[in-house]
């Protein structure tokens, strides 16, 4: 079966298997790609290089205007800078400058729109 072939891979018990994640330069370009349309479709955008810890890998996040944002892994925070300056836009060390507010607001407007739409569901499920 073809690296992009729309039929689903089957185990041996006939369940659907998932697609292997893309792997070297492949996953490097889905990556790019990613941050590349973010910054097309939204405005203001800025990047901010996350360290990384014992946990996560060294990540790029983008932040528009209006506090969407998006995070992908990059290798280094060398990868981020070039990453971010090759898309055209400005490059923060979170550590240095934190998040933005924006950010957390947006972060808040959505939770509270989640759980606006999970109540709304429960009401009409109990009519």
Not at 72 to 101: E, M, N, S
Request: avoid cysteine.
């Amino acid at each position: 079966m073809g690296l992009f072939s729309r039929r689903k891979r089957r185990s041996d018990d006939g369940a659907a298997v998932a697609a292997p994640a893309p792997t070297g330069r492949a996953a490097q370009q889905a990556t790019v790609d990613h941050l590349a349309e973010f910054v097309r479709t939204r405005v203001g955008v800025e990047a901010y290089v996350e360290p990384a810890t014992n946990v996560t890998q060294t990540t790029l996040m983008l932040i528009a205007t209006d506090g969407e944002w998006t995070r992908r892994r990059v290798p280094d925070g060398k990868a981020a800078g070039d990453v971010a300056r090759k898309l055209g836009i400005p490059v923060y060390d979170v550590q240095r400058t934190g998040y933005p507010q924006r950010m957390r607001d947006w972060n808040t407007r959505q939770r509270i729109e989640r759980e606006r739409a999970a109540k709304e569901r429960a009401a009409r499920r109990e009519v």
